[in-house]
């Protein structure tokens, strides 16, 4: 059954995993890395919107996310919704979602040669497939649905219509999110099946180079600690205007980006390779992203500097928890870089597109072994102290009024530790320890006192249960990618849990019991502050005056108690439609429903603009009689609106 081009808007999908199971006729290329992604022959996939004319995309494989990988393509819509969605290639519609989040009106369709192409952000789908949902919302009574047609109902040419462009779900502005998929359900990079409609001739931007302190022994240019290098661009190259002068083992962190020919927005590098004096280190090739291994993005970029600054680093080499098959770094090193005294390292970095096209960066290194220096940049006045974790590394600054630079002292159960200075950076004596030596109480200097509240070494790889006077964590085997250094505090009623800046692979069970008792426990719940401004839902269980909830983020944490039911807002009123404002003030949404004269009606949901209005089984049926709206929060309270139509 051939789908016509007759539409009707229906507002579909979240975006979940589906595994199929391949038929023969699919060729096999070899990328970069000498991974295998399965390829149809040229021209099997027909472009989905506008074929045969000149598009964009406004995103592309492997972007930098939030917490994944972007996975497919965002392809530009001329800026508005309706544009005619096309499948690319023969098969039958496999699957179909509906959420008001994540990839909105979403099409799986299952080709013969076993890949699935999926479509998203629709803002409506051909007959007789928008009959087929519609029913099946009215039949379960729920706005979001994950249906899965049986093959052979919804069969599809390619070329057909199947739906109209749009920007429901999480969508920030129109476009269609295109994916092709295997059978393992690993999402492969469109751009390498040729489509003529995307040109791109311009090669990827270097902006910024990071290097970063491995252990307590490296240095950059003297100092342990992080360090940025604006290049130079010269001609289709980049350099660093100066040599860069190290010690010990180092991490190089590219900032790049892509455009191509004629659009002014940047997406994603698809490519990074590593020589050091001539010899490949590292390599990273994203043109395919297993779904479940998506959120481990955030060891792939450097997550600290994303979270504070909103910047995207990429890492070049593999760190710790890190399992994702993007990889060709050999050796124990992994893409780090040893660097030793009085030796020379020239060192290049490649960036690619899909499309190969090239900029490369090159630059110098010269090993030049620690030593103590004296540097004084400005006259204190008041002597100071404070410290951050790099790595396994606690770094602490000091400054002093004496001309001599003072020791630090570590306290660890009781006893001092004298910590001496490994150099002076302007004014401030810097000091470094390795925590795997055994975790510090407190640091005294000048008669300053610095508590650091950590509780205890928490390994990657293990199940790990800790307590103290106020909460209980419960870490599992998958919850780190590398060794914490587990901090927490109580601040009357917020709890700090570790440190908003390191990523979780899987979530936390933590446990709190609240000093002051909320009046409704069935209304109070786990609130994530993040650094203190946030008030994001996060649920929990409670059991007798103690509360436990899960969380894969780490910052602070608050009991709040919401006893405020949502708002309902009419805004508009016929017999054809009805349609209304919702929100709530704390906890969120979590249900709405509606009734005519006792049988339950279909609302859509926008959470963009906080809209939801009926959509009627039967079209040419009007609305009449008594209409009531329920809408309730995730705080169980609830909002009832009546009216009459």
């Known amino acids: 059954m051939k789908l016509n081009k007759r539409l009707a808007f229906v507002i579909l999908g979240t975006f979940t995993s589906l595994g199929l199971q391949a038929q023969n006729g699919t060729q096999v290329i070899k990328t970069k890395t000498e991974k295998t992604s399965p390829a149809p022959a040229a021209d099997y996939f027909l472009f989905p919107i506008k074929p045969g004319e000149r598009n964009y995309l406004s995103g592309t494989m492997g972007e930098i996310r939030s917490n994944h990988f972007h996975g497919g393509l965002d392809i530009k819509t001329d800026q508005r919704i309706g544009l005619e969605v096309h499948a690319a290639a023969d098969g039958y519609i496999s699957r179909v979602d509906v959420s008001t989040y994540g990839y909105g009106n979403h099409i799986y369709i299952t080709h013969p040669n076993g890949l699935v192409t999926t479509y998203g952000h629709l803002s409506a789908f051909a007959e007789p497939l928008n009959a087929y949902v519609l029913q099946n919302q009215y039949d379960k009574q729920a706005f979001d649905v994950k249906l899965f047609p049986k093959p052979g109902q919804f069969p599809v040419k390619r070329g057909d219509v199947i739906g109209l462009s749009g920007n429901t779900g999480g969508s920030g502005g129109p476009h269609l999110h295109f994916e092709i998929r295997d059978e393992q359900d690993r999402l492969y990079n469109p751009l390498q099946y040729q489509f003529k409609e995307i040109l791109d001739t311009t090669p990827p931007d270097i902006y910024t180079l990071a290097i970063q302190p491995l252990d307590i022994h490296s240095r950059v240019n003297k100092v342990f600690g992080r360090a940025e290098f604006k290049p130079v661009k010269s001609g289709g190259s980049y350099t660093l205007p100066d040599t860069v002068y190290a010690n010990g083992l180092l991490g190089l962190e590219l900032q ?109 290194v010269k090993g030049r072994e620690p030593a103590f220096y004296k540097t004084l940049a400005k006259s204190v006045k008041k002597p100071d102290v404070s410290y951050n974790i790099i790595g396994n590394i606690l770094k602490v600054s000091a400054t002093d009024t004496s001309v001599t630079p003072r020791n630090v002292e570590l306290f660890m159960d009781g006893k001092a530790v004298q910590l001496a200075p490994s150099y002076m950076d302007n004014s401030a004596s810097v000091l470094l320890y390795d925590l795997r030596g055994g ?106 005056n103690a509360i436990t909830f899960t969380t894969r983020n780490m910052g602070k944490f608050k009991v709040l108690e919401d006893v405020q039911e949502p708002k309902i807002k009419l805004l508009s009123k016929s017999k054809n439609q009805v349609k209304f404002k919702i929100w709530d003030d704390l906890s969120g949404i979590s249900s709405f429903n509606a009734w005519v004269d006792g049988k339950w009606v279909l609302m859509k949901y926008e959470h963009k603009n906080a809209t939801i209005w009926t959509e009627k089984l039967d079209d040419s049926a009007p609305l009449s009689g008594k209409f009531v709206l329920k809408v309730k929060d995730n705080a169980g309270n609830e909002a009832t609106y009546t009216t009459t139509i």
């Open 256 to 364: 790049t980006t892509d455009r191509l020919d004629g659009a002014s927005n940047k997406n994603g590098t698809q490519e990074v390779i590593v020589y050091v004096n001539g010899r490949q280190v590292y390599e990273h090739y994203i043109d395919q992203v297993p779904f479940e291994l998506s959120r481990q993005v955030s060891q792939h970029i450097d997550y600290d500097i994303y979270k504070r600054y909103g910047r995207t680093f990429q890492k070049t080499y593999v760190d710790n928890g890190n399992d994702l098959p993007l990889y060709d770094a050999p050796g124990k090193r992994q893409g780090r870089i040893s660097v030793q005294p009085d030796s020379v390292y020239e060192v290049k970095l490649v960036a690619k597109d899909s499309y190969d096209n090239t900029s490369t960066l090159n630059f110098v």
């Open 439 to 544: 975790l510090p109480d407190s640091l005294g200097f000048c008669g300053e006192v610095i508590d650091f509240n950590f509780q205890r070494m928490v390994p990657p790889g293990q199940e790990i249960t800790f307590s103290n006077d106020y909460v209980r964590l419960v870490f599992g085997k998958q919850t780190l990618y590398d060794t914490l250094y587990l901090q927490t505090r109580k601040d009357g009623d917020v709890y700090t849990i570790g440190d908003y800046f390191t990523p979780l692979l899987k979530a936390i069970t933590a446990t709190i019991t609240p000093d002051k008792q909320p009046a409704d426990k069935s209304k109070a719940a786990v609130y994530f502050l993040g650094l203190g401004r946030g008030r994001g839902y996060t649920g929990g269980t409670w059991n007798g």
